[in-house]
């Protein structure tokens, strides 16, 4: 009977530990930026522990890495993943944790004897984060066809890199197709990365979807001149341009309320010298709600100030979407599975939406998808001090296991998974 069966939380400690050793940062959080040596040898590690498993590993073009352990049955399967790339500034839980637990729970299947109806995967998808390679979820996308394969290798990267011969220099340029092929259902285990379930003192979330994410990179155009000579009217002020539109964004995110988010995570001036006024300026705007209304509503305010702020300071600002998704939901007959075996393993657990975008938001395009989200310590993530106690993790690996038990009984044409 596996209703009882729990995972070895020791043993998923052990990995997320030494995991989180490969591009070690200050303050025990990782660097593993997509397709860099960091980025592989986290990959030969895991891909170790998957081919020490005994499981069928394969690699698809985008470098996308699926290890299967058969079922009973052929067909489609029950996958469960996340990723192993990192922001500059990541810890050591962010993908990892979904990842590591999906090894878990295959190990404690096996260690048990137990043969699941259908095959179960573990995945983890390149370049979740599009820190280096925009967009974000890269991977998913194109494994869900999202994205046409060759169009992102030829993506280039913030350090002028290409997709696809970082992916060849690496060794991960794998032969398996994309698309690949759909799995009967997906559920990933992710850190909530936001202030929520702690607040409220739950130890589960049932996540019932992700919000909408728009990326755009400004290049402004103004004129670079003596900081000391020209008169104010006189100038053309990349660096003031680029300054203003980090203000308005705060400042529309405050006056929308709600769900509305805004950021400008990335912004460089040149000739960025004290004496000069900057003639050019790159910044990134991170714009997000679970309303689609909303962010549209969002972007075209911003459009327009852009638009009003080129024209009075005399500057050409030029745009590139470098993200775009809409708001996804989640099945419900997922999130209730989350919610039915959270309750019966006797966690706290309440529903809530991501405010970050995660795989599961791609694969939900092509099967029944759902999230299961474990408490981050004072909501903090991408940073080394992100946190969620070990007794949280173990938690959200047992609902893991059980939850991919449930949804491999279940009948997905019908309506009940749990
Ligand atoms: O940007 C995000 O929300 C995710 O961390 N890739
Ligand atoms: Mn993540
Ligand atoms: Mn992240």
Do not use: K
Not at 12 to 34: D, K, M
Not at 173 to 193: D, K, W
Not at 319 to 338: G, K
């Amino acid at each position: 009977m596996t209703a009882g069966m729990r995972t070895d939380g020791d043993r998923l400690l052990r990995r997320i530990g030494e995991l989180a050793t490969i591009g070690p940062i200050e303050g025990g959080g990782s660097c593993r930026l997509a397709l860099t040596e960091e980025d592989r040898l986290g990959r030969d590690l895991v891909v170790a522990w998957m081919r020490d498993l005994g499981l069928d590993v394969t690699i698809d073009g985008i470098g996308n890495v699926v290890a299967v352990r058969p079922g009973r049955l052929e067909g489609p399967p029950t996958m469960t993943g996340s990723h192993i790339d990192t922001v500059r500034t990541g810890g050591r839980y962010d993908g990892n944790l979904g990842v590591l637990a999906g090894l878990e729970v295959i190990e404690t299947l096996a260690e048990n004897g137990v043969e699941t109806e259908h095959p179960l995967a573990v995945a983890f998808f390149t370049d979740e984060e599009g820190s280096r390679f925009p967009p974000d979820m890269l991977g998913s996308l194109v494994y869900v066809g999202g994205l046409g394969l060759e169009e992102a290798l030829d993506i280039s990267g913030i350090d002028d890199a290409v997709v696809g011969d970082e992916l060849e220099r690496i060794g991960y340029r794998g032969v398996a197709p994309c698309p690949g092929p759909a799995p009967r259902a997906f559920v990933e285990l992710h850190i909530e990365q936001g202030p929520v379930l702690e607040a409220e003192g739950t130890t589960i979330g049932a996540v019932t979807g992700v919000q909408g994410i728009s990326w755009t990179e400004f290049t402004i155009e103004g004129q670079s001149n003596h900081a000391g000579t020209t008169p104010m009217h006189l100038r053309h002020d990349a660096g003031y341009a680029a300054a203003a539109i980090a203000a308005h964004v705060r400042f529309l995110a405050l006056s929308m309320g709600d769900r509305q988010v805004a950021t400008v995570g990335r912004l460089g001036l040149h000739p960025d010298l004290v004496n000069v006024v900057a003639g050019s300026a790159t910044l990134t705007v991170d714009l997000r709600n679970t309303d689609e209304d909303r962010l549209v509503a969002a972007e075209q305010d911003l459009a327009s100030f852009v638009a009003d702020l080129a024209s009075s300071e005399g500057v050409s600002i030029s745009d590139r979407t470098l993200a775009r998704f809409e708001p996804v939901d989640f099945d419900p007959r997922v999130v209730e599975t989350v919610g039915t075996v959270a309750d019966r393993l006797g966690h706290t657990v309440q529903s809530l939406p991501s405010g970050a975008g995660h795989d599961a938001q791609m694969l939900a395009r092509v099967c029944p998808t759902g999230m299961i989200f474990v408490p981050s310590r004072n909501g903090i993530s991408h940073n080394p001090a992100e946190h969620t106690d070990p007794v949280d993790l173990v938690a959200g690996c047992d609902v893991l296991l059980q939850t991919l038990l449930a949804l491999d009984r279940a009948d997905l044409n019908s309506e009940a998974t749990s």
